[in-house]
């Protein structure tokens, strides 16, 4: 049966219920959200003399919940008009509508007795063959669909959304008892192509794979806070993004999710593994049991593990929990030896290993807690899962981690691990051993540029399903498909005679070894490839140019060397737009300043879902130079119409650059101008290399040839007058800075085209050069330097 998905039913609306419809609607799927009708009417509706028939009282519970997601920050919707695909009921009134919807998906509270109530009606109504699924964190599959029928069970399945949905990757999938594997199939692919999911297959044991291993991981690494005595700032510097975790690490995480999340999540498990060798870890330790106790639960209580203190005055001022007291007190800084050593290191699982072997309390800390994780997760399997690649992947995409366990476990060495792991008392699962003496030391290798994970059943390595579709640039390396680099970029042979530039700089600025990268990738992709992508890995594509070369330069006045940067820099994005092969651009999360004009320079972006791009040079007291401001500019005259209308859209086109206004998704960039309706735009980030590779292919296949430059229409002195009026008034009002004028001013006289008499078409070389000599003039403020230094040593934006 080949199944299409128009629409979907939620049943529920609470958090997750309001925010997996506002998911569906990202992608275009049109939801009917229903929840209970509320049992008594409030102060409010009274005195309005409403009564409990109202329309308005009936739905009142699930308006309420749908506004309040969509007023959630960060947002749960990629645009606020998506928010029209969601039509709002209540089960009395509208359950018989799911007779017409292609999915069903209950969302309502964790209690069996309640699902069960629901699905009874849910039967009544349901089309037969209708895919009918539960989210739930841990209800096992065979109690909810008890006393269903046959056609109920064979198209039942657990579809478990991690929160937030639109950002948290994991979906698990877990089978019932009676689930036809068709269904399971079209779920695990639907998640993964559709939703933009890391569609995880999970056997029905409680808490599935993620919780129960992650859950496990916080708890047990609890036991080891409290045994070694660190303080909550000291484990939250170590359990961060300097391991490969979430930059909330630890503490924070628990307190944005809620410590009652996670210890209802540990108790439960507690109480349903009486055969788990390490259940007793899931009981509390005091430096959590006293915070539940006190119903301390983080951010939705006000205080956690951390609290945030309101003065009088307005200010602010972060406290932490003291593990002896019980009380608040100042935010510790801590000094630890490891993460000072570490600091240079870039590479993540060097670091992880530099970090775990060394001889301080971070070191004993990490083994401590790695390796008891290690044994867990060894001896998981099978009961969790066969594949031991499940629970990487689960955890990762759940929790947020760049390594799983057993990813990690390869970084240090199967073996050498294993003897350590002895040494300290916490010994493996007996397979890993028989692994082991069969002579393969590690869980993961690749064969023939493809990933594969050791199948410990038939004791061989097998290619990991799923990613048969997916560009790895980490394996394209193990593969030896290498073809140049330098230390800031690499070029790699993507196959069908497609090459790929990966940044690997710090934040993947753009400085001199990036644009010799560029230039380099599209001279060998010019000279023997169809085509070149340009993407990586990395947390963001790039977060700009290198502003500490610059402040360098500006610093010694040394305005020769920042025009003959600015020129280099202009003349790449150049090349990359009017090269004789495609240039596609792969820009996910942070796409700014520099990285924003490259892309705005390609042939085709295709962007991830998450892209927070924009033009943000104003905020170091600059304005866009690399081409940025001319590329905006070109784009308003290719669109432009007649009369005021023109001024209005360049007015937009100018307030996204003077503002730095940034996308919160790829939606939004499209409505900001970063994005043309002819982009792309890719859900599942595993996904977007291979298929801004397919575009480069694409346009190579339908006969690309070389764009030639063309003429851009400027509005001269009409335009200029018009930005002056808005930048006076902002000044006027106390909005803006005289410096921030001073920018918005050299900004509008290149928008305008200098100071012409009347509209004039004019070369893209004329206002790049405009850019150029604007730019060039704000490196000598002493303001743009301030901003300059505030934004690389205090990592904050200066408005000066």
Not at 309 to 332: A, C, N
Request: proline letters at 3%; charged letters at 25%.
């Amino acid at each position: 049966m080949k199944r299409t998905i128009k629409n979907v039913a939620i049943l529920g609306s609470g958090v997750m219920g309001s925010r997996i419809a506002c998911h569906f609607a990202n992608i275009g799927v049109q939801v009917l959200l229903l929840d209970i009708v509320p049992f008594e009417l409030t102060e409010q509706e009274q005195k309005k003399g409403l009564t409990k028939e109202d329309p308005a009282v009936r739905n009142r519970l699930v308006n309420s919940a749908l506004q309040s997601t969509l007023k959630s920050n960060p947002s749960a919707i990629y645009d606020k008009a998506f928010a029209d695909r969601i039509q709002t009921g209540n089960f009395d009134d509208d359950l018989h509508k799911i007779k017409d919807y292609d999915w069903v998906m209950e969302v309502v509270v964790e209690r069996l007795d309640i699902k069960q109530s629901l699905f009874e009606k849910v039967e009544k109504h349901r089309k037969p063959g209708t895919l009918i699924t539960s989210n739930t964190s841990g209800i096992p599959m065979h109690m909810m669909c008890e006393g269903r029928s046959e056609d109920f069970q064979e198209n039942f399945a657990g579809t478990h959304f991690f929160n937030p949905p639109r950002y948290l990757r994991l979906l698990e999938i877990i089978p019932g008892p009676k689930s036809k594997p068709e269904n399971i199939e079209f779920l695990m692919d639907y998640g993964d192509r559709f939703l933009g999911k890391e569609t995880v297959l999970c056997k029905d044991t409680p808490a599935f794979i993620a919780n129960r291993v992650g859950v496990y991981a916080i708890i047990s690494a609890m036991h080891t806070v409290e045994k070694m005595g660190l303080g909550v700032s000291e484990v939250d510097k170590m359990t961060g993004t300097v391991i490969g975790r979430a930059k909330s690490a630890t503490f924070r995480t628990m307190d944005v999710v809620g410590l009652d999340t996670t210890v209802n999540v540990a108790n439960n498990l507690y109480k349903a593994l009486p055969n788990d060798e390490s259940r007793e870890k899931f009981k509390l330790p005091k430096i959590v049991e006293v915070l539940y106790e006190n119903k301390w639960f983080g951010d939705k209580t006000g205080h956690g593990y951390f609290k945030m203190i309101r003065h009088k005055d307005g200010s602010k001022e972060l406290k932490e929990i003291d593990f002896e007291t019980f009380e608040y007190k100042d935010v510790e800084k801590p000094n630890i030896k490891a993460l000072q050593a570490s600091k240079e290191i870039e590479d993540l699982k060097k670091r992880i290993k530099f970090l775990v072997n060394f001889d301080d309390k971070a070191g004993e800390f990490y083994r401590t807690t790695f390796y008891d994780l290690f044994k867990y997760c060894s001896n998981r399997i099978p009961e969790i899962s066969d594949e031991l690649y499940r629970i990487d992947q689960a955890v990762c995409a759940g929790f947020g981690w760049e390594l799983g366990p057993f990813e990690t476990w390869d970084v240090l060495g199967v073996k050498e691990t294993v003897e350590k792991m002895e040494a300290a008392g916490e010994k493996p699962a007996a397979w890993v051993y028989e692994m082991l003496e069969a002579g393969n030391d590690s869980f993961y290798q690749v064969i023939e540029g493809k990933k594969h994970y050791y199948d410990i059943p038939t004791k061989s390595y097998k290619e990991i399903p799923g990613i048969e579709e997916f560009i790895i640039l980490d394996t394209l390396k193990s593969a030896g498909k290498k073809l140049w680099e330098n230390p800031g970029a690499s070029v790699y042979d993507m196959g069908d005679d497609v090459i790929g530039l990966e940044f690997h700089t710090k934040m993947n600025s753009m400085g001199q070894e990036v644009i010799e990268g560029i230039n380099t990738a599209i001279g060998m992709a010019e000279k023997s490839h169809k085509g070149l992508v340009i993407g990586n890995e990395g947390a963001n594509f790039s977060a700009g140019a290198n502003l500490a070369m610059l402040f360098m330069f500006a610093g010694d006045q040394d305005f020769d060397e920042i025009n003959l940067m600015i020129a280099q820099f202009q003349n790449t994005m150049m090349r990359a737009r009017f090269s004789s092969i495609p240039v596609v651009l792969a820009p996910h999360n942070m796409a700014l300043g520099g990285g924003c004009e490259l892309s705005l320079h390609s042939d085709h972006i295709q962007a991830h879902a998450e892209l927070y791009m924009g033009l943000v040079e104003v905020g170091v007291g600059l304005i866009p130079a690399g081409g940025g401001t001319k590329e905006m500019t070109l784009r308003f005259s290719n669109e432009i119409e007649s009369g005021d209308v023109e001024l209005n859209r360049l007015q937009e086109r100018f307030m996204n650059i003077a503002m730095a206004k940034v996308s919160t998704s790829a939606e939004e960039a499209r409505n900001l101008g970063y994005l043309r309706n002819s982009d792309g735009i890719t859900l599942n980030r595993k996904r977007q290399l291979a298929e801004a590779k397919q575009k480069v292919i694409s346009l190579y296949d339908q006969g690309y040839s070389q764009p030639v430059e063309q003429n851009i229409k400027v509005m001269g002195k009409s335009s200029l007058a018009l930005f002056e009026a808005g930048i006076t008034g902002m000044q006027y009002g106390a909005y803006i800075s005289e410096h921030d004028a001073k920018i918005a001013r050299k900004l509008a006289w290149v928008m305008s085209g200098g100071d012409l008499s009347s509209p004039t078409e004019v070369s893209e070389r004329h206002l790049l050069d405009l850019e150029r000599e604007a730019f060039l003039s704000l490196t000598g403020e002493k303001k743009t330097l301030e901003r300059i230094h505030s934004i690389l040593f205090k990592g904050k934006p200066l408005r000066n």
